[in-house]
């Protein structure tokens, strides 16, 4: 199969490959750059596990070609903390449980990330909405809102 020119940037690394058009990108970044952060799933866009941010937007990567995603800004869960410190969501997400088998944890912290940089004043009731889109099997979410809520505040303080 002939193979499509990619170039993208990850965690804030250029990458400049060449990957086969029905080719996921969530099997690009895992298999072509590496970064197994980002959990595949379902594979049917429905779990959440496999969440990532391109473009400021966040995305399920299983639902996206990699040659979707030419010239694009990519964040995964990688690209959270920063020379050893956690990102305040991370922290958020240790100190209040907010995990168990941690399976589901990345597409969680990157959905939760998103939602706060563009709506840091966001309310319980939208966290709630829009958590509820990804799937986890252990932790019941009460945890994981707590977590978020945590975070946000966190986050809010940090940019202060």
């Known amino acids: 199969m002939s193979k499509t020119p990619l170039h993208f940037t990850l965690n804030g690394r ?3 490959l060449e ?3 029905r ?3 969530i099997d690009v970044i895992r298999d072509d750059c590496g970064f197994t952060g980002t959990h595949a799933g ?5 779990c959440g596990a496999c969440t990532i941010i391109v473009n400021g937007e966040t995305v399920r990567s299983c639902l996206m070609f990699g040659f979707q995603a030419e010239g694009a800004t990519i ?3 990688e690209s959270l903390s920063q020379g050893g410190a956690l990102h305040p969501l991370q922290e958020a997400f240790v100190e209040h449980h907010a995990l168990q088998c941690g399976f589901c944890t990345p597409g969680f912290l990157m959905l939760a990330v998103g939602l706060l940089e563009a709506n840091p004043d966001m309310d319980e009731a ?6 509820s889109s990804n ?3 252990c932790t019941g979410y009460e945890n994981i809102l707590k977590a978020v809520k945590d975070g946000a ?3 809010k303080a940090s940019h202060d």
């Open 23 to 25: 080719r996921t990108l």
């Open 126 to 131: 939208g966290m709630r909405d829009a958590l």
């Open 153 to 155: 505040q966190r986050m």
């Open 19 to 21: 990957v086969e058009p």
């Open 42 to 46: 379902c594979e049917h866009g429905v």
């Open 14 to 16: 250029a990458f400049d």
């Open 135 to 137: 799937l986890c099997r």
């Open 75 to 77: 964040r995964t869960v």
